[in-house]
């Protein structure tokens, strides 16, 4: 099994800042990589996919890097609103089994 | 308008058995693959199983492979999730959601319903 670790768990910041959010591979995903925002009582969110490409109507300051194992996510200045929690999931086509990281929240400074 | 709407869940015992349902609107439902996918409380996202469009298909976690069988009825717009043998760990909100095949060959998942609530306790 694939196993994702997100680093770090918690990360605090400023509105208008920069966040930059970690997620690691136990092995090889290619560009297998998606990125979810969670904001409390909702459901997850598709912000990246294929890890770089923003999904239908996600803002411009979200963007995705990285293959193989090690991605990033970047939100350049950051809103009120994207305080919530952030998961990757990779989408390796075979075996069919699809796993997520556990989660960074991302809170206000 | 996509809705994606769960229902079925419960409190139920150690042991026993569930149905989750998945009313689909909005979309041509038999086009797509459907997953569901949990949340334990306070925790993580978790993969539970996927079928394709035609139900030919199925893949499961190893935590749930054996005991719950997805299935779909595409006459009918539905995503279903037999669940038996169920443990305290399986309790979590379950939400079944959209694979696109535009995003990630129908991978990752476009559209979330709000989730149903699975309680397993004596």
């Known amino acids: 099994e694939i196993v994702m670790t997100q680093s770090p768990a918690t990360l605090s910041v400023s509105p208008g800042e920069r966040a930059t959010l970690s997620c690691r591979a136990s092995?090889?995903?290619?560009?297998?990589l998606a990125w979810y925002q969670q904001k409390p009582g909702q459901a997850p969110r598709l912000l990246i996919y294929?890890?770089?490409t923003r999904a239908t109507g996600i803002p411009a300051r979200f963007s995705g890097s990285g293959s193989g194992t090690e991605f990033t996510l970047t939100i350049s200045s950051l809103q009120s609103e994207d305080f919530a929690v952030y998961y990757c999931?990779?989408?390796?086509?075979?075996?069919?089994?699809?796993?997520f990281g556990q989660g960074t929240k991302l809170e206000i400074k | 308008e996509v809705q994606l709407v769960e229902s079925g869940g419960v409190v139920v015992q150690p042991g026993g058995s569930l149905r989750l349902s998945c009313a689909a609107s909005?979309?041509?439902?038999?086009?797509?693959?459907m997953h569901w996918v949990r949340q334990a409380p306070g925790k993580g996202l978790e993969w539970v199983s996927l079928?394709?469009?035609?139900?030919?298909?199925?893949y499961y976690a190893d935590s749930v492979k054996g005991r719950f069988t997805i299935s779909r009825d595409n006459s009918k717009n539905s995503l279903y999730l037999q669940m038996n043998s169920l443990r305290a760990e399986d309790t979590a909100l379950y939400y079944c959601?959209?694979?696109?095949?535009?995003?990630?060959?129908?991978?990752?998942?476009?559209?979330w319903g709000q989730g149903t609530l699975v309680t397993v306790s004596s």
């Open positions: 092995q090889s995903v290619s560009s297998n």
């Open positions: 079928i394709s469009w035609d139900g030919g298909s199925t």
């Open positions: 909005g979309f041509t439902f038999d086009d797509y693959a």
């Open positions: 959601a959209r694979a696109d095949a535009a995003y990630c060959g129908g991978d990752c998942y476009d559209y």
């Open positions: 294929g890890a770089s």
């Open positions: 999931q990779q989408y390796n086509n075979w075996p069919r089994m699809y796993t």
